[in-house]
């Protein structure tokens, strides 16, 4: 007969596993995606329905104005050979990636340490906080992808995409998002407060970012004196990229400073995730 | 996985499933665990005893394995924290002092997710969780999500949570504060059956109540140092008396009283509101005091607590 | 010691004289003690350590303005205005944002503000466990939101104005007509809040928010679309708002102008009695 060492139960009681580094973090998802199951409708809203609504509106209301003239082909030479619809998709589908990330890296990651508590949990069991922090973004990354791929898919149904640039586009945007994400949550995990810096960090850097870092107009259009600010912008980087892959063309150069920018900037993001996270959670 | 028969065979061999000597935690400029010298053997209760600040819950987080000492040295099962954390917390169960539940997620849903971080196959997790669902008596509330669950069902969710590895230790971080006495007693019930299953516990609390009922042994805690050790009935033969007598007074006549009353005990602890008289005979200290014309308002004769064991030791009481 | 002394500490001013004017006469007692302007009070001391919180708000229909005013301004061209006129995207686009942000600002203020000291700061207990009542909450924190709705609406004038955005000094009342387009959207939002569950509920006030903001006329003309549209949007409260916003701005004034406001005050009186109502009943049970 088999009996457990609480003896609550008789279910024979397989020892303690300890998880390795691959197999911690999709444990971690495996929690969120729990979670996902049962609350996912109250997330396509924002996650995929909003951009929608800001291609809609921008591309196709908006767009008949652009279109209207030689003026727009003039600023912008893509417009000679796209509509302003093409124009913007591929940027809408980066600039809600990074929104949709900003979104799971900021609240959710404070919750986590303050409110619900619920890393503190995970932190008692096998799972280290380095595990934890990949957990969490990886599953970041996986909703990004998830929501990205659902708005290229309608975008398509009405002819703002085609080809397999999208793809490319795809990967470049979940990319981008996560090279802004990994350091937000880095942040995240560091603020003691109730999370008003977020409100800063939503109104100071990413609304600017999405209005000025090429989405709706190419940078060239800014004063020289602050288009160095639009550069350092991840957003910006991931719009040349994506843009180039689905409607235009970027210099082979240009694509490996662009992804050598973004990819930088996720490695510091993840190493300072996971120094906050274990900081945080073996005080 | 090489190291792991040697681990488990050092347990068998050493009933320590706790050992910590010259323990020390500081934080920054502020020493919270002040070299502590602790050890629990296999199959008891054991309990940390202590006002709020005292170092009780910096202690239980370094043998949790979620805050790494200072100094001094810990063994946890066998292991060292700082080396072997996640495979030791594999094989021990958390009952943190604030429950850090997931409340989107519904009560069996808790324990799936939750075994799932100790790398329990899915089959075997289903299966605990109905176990665990009937032991803590949330079987009906199941499938209801944790938000709106009363301090009570959350407290004996979290207790279940704890066990879905089938710990061979528990430590539980102040289990029942804040709770209302009935469901108090509700997880003082569910505990003991833990304890007679022969799982070995280690509490922390500031209510002398669940020490007494909970613990065989226990040390008691002030400002990061241990000051006494013994099961409760011994700390209370050591430093207190079978019996106390507790006399009030209309306000300003007490001081007065305080000669008269250390004639007719061994010792008299003179509290803002009352005088304690410790002594081995209540009743018969109690009629001296009336015959020596003393006129309290109210009086209690009562058995001596390790309330009156802390008070000695430090002067203060447990909650404030 | 007297009655008086037990009942009031030392210092503070006698109670202000028993309940007077309209607004006591029509609600039940113990709904309102008029002292509403104690929570304006509190939220300022609160948001005294926010600050930033709060000027930041003032920047995003700044940044709006300038990425589509100059930035997709230079695509657009002109756009025609509210008597047949051209104007420049900029022009067109101002006094729009100036309606989206008072009602941007009003909403947020009284959805995720108010819910969170409702549900997890458990504020409102408090408050009621005081003289004060339901009503004071409702009017104390739309007032709130209101100032802040009316310092982010005249900082945002005075940069419409810097910029050249402003054609007639009929836009002196766009001040007052942006104040009441926030009181409106604040007692609406406020009394929204009283039936959201959680935090994903949240969800509805995006999906109403969302599109209202996109479609109401502010970034292109109502020609834009087919008839059957342009009906719909007609319906939207950020629609009527917009038309206010962009008849005072360019200063093509008429008598149709009194039926949007009329619109806002109705919304407003609505919101105002509902939110009162609800959070009554559900904080005084």
């Not at chain 3, 466990?129 to 009542?133: D, I, K, R, V």
């Given at each position: 007969m088999t009996t457990t060492t609480s003896g609550v139960g008789a279910t024979a009681p397989p020892s303690g596993q300890v998880p390795g580094p691959v197999r911690g973090p999709l444990l971690v998802v495996e929690g969120l995606w729990t979670w996902y199951r049962r609350h996912w409708r109250s997330t396509l809203v924002s996650s995929v329905l909003q951009p929608l609504l800001y291609l809609v509106a921008m591309g196709v209301g908006l767009g008949s104005f652009v279109d209207g003239g030689g003026r727009a082909a003039r600023a912008v030479p893509e417009l000679a050979t796209v509509s302003y619809l093409q124009y913007i998709a591929p940027a809408l589908l980066v600039a809600a990636a990074l929104q949709n990330a900003t979104g799971e890296a900021t609240y959710p990651v404070l919750s986590g340490f303050k409110w619900q508590r619920n890393y503190w949990a995970v932190a008692a069991t096998p799972v280290t906080p380095h595990q934890l922090a990949h957990g969490a973004l990886l599953w970041i990354a996986i909703r990004v992808a998830v929501s990205g791929a659902a708005y290229l898919l309608v975008a398509a149904l009405f002819g703002a995409v085609a080809g397999v640039g999208a793809l490319a586009a795809l990967a470049v945007a979940v990319l981008t998002a996560m090279a802004f994400a990994a350091p937000l949550a880095a942040f995240s995990a560091s603020i003691r407060s109730e999370g008003q810096p977020f409100n800063v960090v939503l109104r100071f850097v990413v609304l600017p970012m999405t209005l000025f870092a090429g989405t709706f107009f190419p940078v060239e259009q800014l004063p020289a004196l602050v288009r160095p600010l639009a550069w350092i912008a991840p957003l910006w980087h991931g719009t040349e990229l994506a843009r180039g892959a689905v409607v235009g063309e970027v210099s082979a150069a240009a694509a490996t400073g662009h992804v050598g920018y973004l990819v930088s900037l996720l490695v510091g993001g993840v190493l300072l995730t996971r120094w906050r996270f274990r900081v945080r959670l073996t005080a | 996985m090489s190291e792991e028969p040697d681990t488990v065979a050092s347990v068998i061999r050493d009933t320590a499933l706790v050992r910590a000597s010259g323990l020390v935690k500081r934080f920054g400029d502020f020493e919270a665990v002040r070299g502590i010298d602790v050890e629990v053997h296999r199959g008891e209760a054991f309990g940390f005893l202590g006002p709020n600040g005292a170092g009780k819950s910096s202690t239980m987080r370094m043998i949790a394995c979620v805050s790494p000492r200072t100094s001094g040295d810990l063994r946890v099962l066998g292991g060292d924290p700082d080396v072997d954390g996640p495979r030791i917390r594999a094989r021990i169960g958390v009952v943190p002092q604030q429950d850090n539940l997931d409340n989107e997620l519904t009560v069996r849903q808790n324990l799936h997710v939750y075994g799932r971080y100790f790398g329990l196959p899915r089959a075997h997790v289903r299966a605990r969780a109905e176990e665990l669902l009937d032991f803590a008596q949330l079987t009906e509330r199941a499938d209801d999500e944790v938000e709106p669950l009363s301090g009570g069902m959350k407290r004996r969710l979290t207790i279940a949570r704890s066990l879905v590895n089938d710990p061979e230790l528990l430590l539980l971080d102040e289990p029942t504060t804040g709770l209302d006495p009935q469901a108090r007693h509700l997880l003082w019930d569910r505990l003991f059956r833990l304890k007679q299953n022969g799982v070995t516990l280690i509490v922390t609390t500031h209510y002398m109540d669940e020490a007494e009922q909970l613990c065989d042994r226990l040390v008691v805690m002030d400002d990061g140092r241990v000051v006494a050790e013994g099961s409760p009935a011994e700390l209370i033969r050591a430093h207190a008396s079978r019996e106390v007598v507790e006399l009030r007074f209309a306000p300003g006549h007490q001081e007065r009283a305080v000669p008269v009353a250390r004639e007719l005990a061994e010792r008299v602890e003179a509290l803002p509101d009352r005088l304690l008289l410790y002594t081995g005979d209540g009743e018969a200290a109690l009629a001296a005091a009336h015959r020596r014309g003393l006129q309290p308002v109210a009086t209690l004769v009562r058995r001596g607590t390790l309330e009156d064991v802390f008070l000695h030791l430090t002067g203060r009481s447990l909650v404030d | 010691m007297t009655q008086d002394v037990l009942t009031r500490p030392p210092g503070e001013p006698p109670p202000p004289p028993a309940r007077s004017g309209l607004l006591p006469r029509v609600l039940p007692p113990g709904l309102y003690a008029g002292r509403a302007h104690t929570l304006v009070e509190r939220s300022l001391l609160v948001n005294r350590r926010t600050w930033m919180a709060v000027v930041s708000g003032f920047f995003e229909p700044l940044f709006f303005l300038l990425a589509l005013g100059q930035g997709l301004g230079a695509l657009v061209g002109e756009v025609t205005g509210p008597d047949g006129q051209p104007l420049t995207y900029a022009e067109f686009v101002a006094p729009a944002l100036l309606a989206a942000s008072a009602m941007n600002g009003a909403i947020y203020d009284a959805t995720y503000n108010i819910f969170f000291k409702f549900r997890y700061a458990k504020l409102y207990d408090a408050v009621l466990?005081?003289?004060?009542?339901p009503v004071d909450v409702a009017l104390g924190e739309i007032s709130w939101a209101l100032i802040r709705g009316g310092m982010y609406s005249g900082g945002f004038l005075v940069v419409m104005l810097g910029m050249g955005l402003v054609g007639s000094w009929w836009a002196v009342l766009a001040l007052p007509a942006a104040l009441l387009v926030a009181f409106a959207f604040a007692a609406v939002g406020m009394a929204a809040t009283t039936w959201l569950r959680s935090w994903q509920d949240f969800e509805f006030v995006q999906l109403a928010l969302v599109p209202m903001f996109l479609f109401s006329t502010t970034f292109y003309p109502l020609t834009v679309y087919p008839r059957p549209v342009q009906v719909a949007v007609e319906v939207f409260p950020l629609y009527h708002a917009i038309e206010l916003m962009r008849g005072l701005a360019t200063g093509v004034v008429h008598w149709g102008m009194l039926g949007h406001a009329a619109y806002f005050l109705v919304l407003a009186a609505l919101g105002a009695v509902v939110a009162s109502r609800r959070l009554g009943r559900l904080l005084l049970r």
């Open positions: - | - | 466990a005081t003289p004060l009542g």
